[in-house]
C-alpha cells in the first residue's frame, strides 16, 4: 500500500473509547486523517475526545457481534470519506481466571468479541480494500496471541485465533496490495487491568490459589505498566505509513521478552519431538 500524502487517509478503527484504541483516533485526528470509530457508545467515545478536532471523526455506536450492523458501518464511513485505507481491530478486553473456572456465557462473550467481532469487520471491509487494490489491515492481538501463562486461556485462545485469521488473511491479500500487520503489545498503561475492564470468572474454586494472587498483583499493577499508550498508538500510525515492517509487530520490552522466550521453548519442543515424528510417515 502506498500511504495517502495527498489526501487524508480514511482508518475504521474499532474499539475506540478508551486504551490504544481511543490515543489513536486522538493522534490520527491531530494528524488531519478521517477515522470512522465505533465502541459501545459514541457518546462516551465522543466524551473521551473532548478538546480534540473532531470535524473528521465519525463515531459509531455498533455491536461487532451484529454482521449487519458492522457492514452497515464501513458503508457508512465509505460513504462519509470515499475511501478506506486502514482498518484497526482493535476491540477487546481481559480475562483471567481458570480453564475450570470459565462459563459458558464467559467463553462465547469472549470468542463473540475477540473472533466474531473482528471477523465480521474483516468481511465488512476487505472488498473496498480488494478492489482499491490498496490498504492495510492492523489486527491488534496481544503477545498472550503468542504464548500464554495460567490464568489467561480464555483471553489467550481468542488472541490465537486472531493471530490464525491474521496469517490467513495476509496470505490472501499478498496478490491484492492489501498489507496485514498483528499488533503484540505487552502490558500498557491503559485501563486494561482495572477492576471495571478485566472480567473475572463469577464462581471460583480454592483449587487455584496461584491464580487468585495473579489476579491481585494485576490489579495491582495498575498504573505501573511498562508499556505507554502515546508511543503505541504512534508506533501503529508508523507501521500504516511505512506500510513496512514485520507480519507480527511486538509492541513493549515485556512483549519481546516474552516473545523471545517462547521462541526458544518451542524450538526445544520441535527438537525434542524430532526423532518420534519422523517415524510416522508412510514407508
Not at 107 to 113: A, G, K
Not at 133 to 136: D, K, V
Given at each position: 500500500m502506498a500511504y495517502p500524502t495527498s489526501t487524508p487517509a480514511t482508518w475504521f478503527v474499532t474499539g475506540a473509547s478508551r486504551g490504544l484504541g481511543q490515543e489513536l483516533v486522538r493522534q490520527l485526528l491531530e494528524r488531519g486523517d478521517n477515522v470512522a470509530a465505533t465502541s459501545r457508545s459514541a457518546e462516551r467515545l465522543r466524551k473521551n475526545l473532548d478538546g480534540v478536532r473532531a470535524d473528521q471523526l465519525l463515531p459509531l455506536t455498533v455491536?461487532?457481534?451484529d454482521g449487519s450492523a458492522v457492514e452497515a458501518?464501513?458503508?457508512?464511513?465509505v460513504q462519509r470519506f470515499g475511501r478506506l485505507d486502514v482498518v484497526v481491530n482493535n476491540a477487546g478486553y481481559g480475562y483471567l481466571g481458570s480453564i475450570e473456572e470459565t462459563s459458558d456465557a464467559d467463553?462465547?462473550?469472549?470468542?463473540?468479541?475477540q473472533v466474531v467481532g473482528a471477523w465480521n469487520v474483516l468481511r465488512a471491509a476487505?472488498?473496498?480494500l480488494r478492489s482499491a487494490?490498496?490498504?492495510?489491515v492492523v489486527n491488534v492481538s496481544s503477545v498472550l496471541?503468542?504464548?500464554?501463562?495460567?490464568g489467561w486461556g480464555l483471553y489467550s485462545a481468542g488472541k490465537f485465533a486472531l493471530n490464525g485469521i491474521s496469517e490467513a488473511l495476509a496470505g490472501e491479500m499478498a496478490e491484492f496490495g492489501v498489507k496485514v500487520t498483528i499488533v503484540e503489545p505487552g502490558y500498557f498503561r491503559t485501563s486494561f487491568l482495572t477492576p471495571d475492564a478485566l472480567a473475572l470468572p463469577a464462581d471460583t474454586t480454592d483449587a487455584y490459589p496461584a491464580i487468585r494472587a495473579m489476579t491481585q498483583s494485576h490489579l495491582e499493577l495498575q498504573g505501573q505498566q511498562l508499556g505507554d499508550p502515546v508511543k503505541g498508538a504512534a508506533a501503529m500510525i508508523r507501521i500504516a505509513v511505512s506500510g513496512n515492517g514485520p507480519r507480527n509487530q511486538l509492541l513493549g520490552s515485556d512483549s519481546y521478552d516474552y516473545a523471545t522466550a517462547r521462541i526458544a521453548a518451542l524450538t526445544a519442543d520441535v527438537e525434542a519431538g524430532r526423532e518420534l515424528a519422523l517415524t510416522t510417515d508412510h514407508d
Open positions: 455491536d461487532l457481534v458501518a464501513v458503508a457508512q464511513a467463553i462465547r462473550q469472549m470468542l463473540d468479541v476487505i472488498p473496498h487494490r490498496s490498504g492495510h496471541g503468542l504464548t500464554t501463562v495460567p
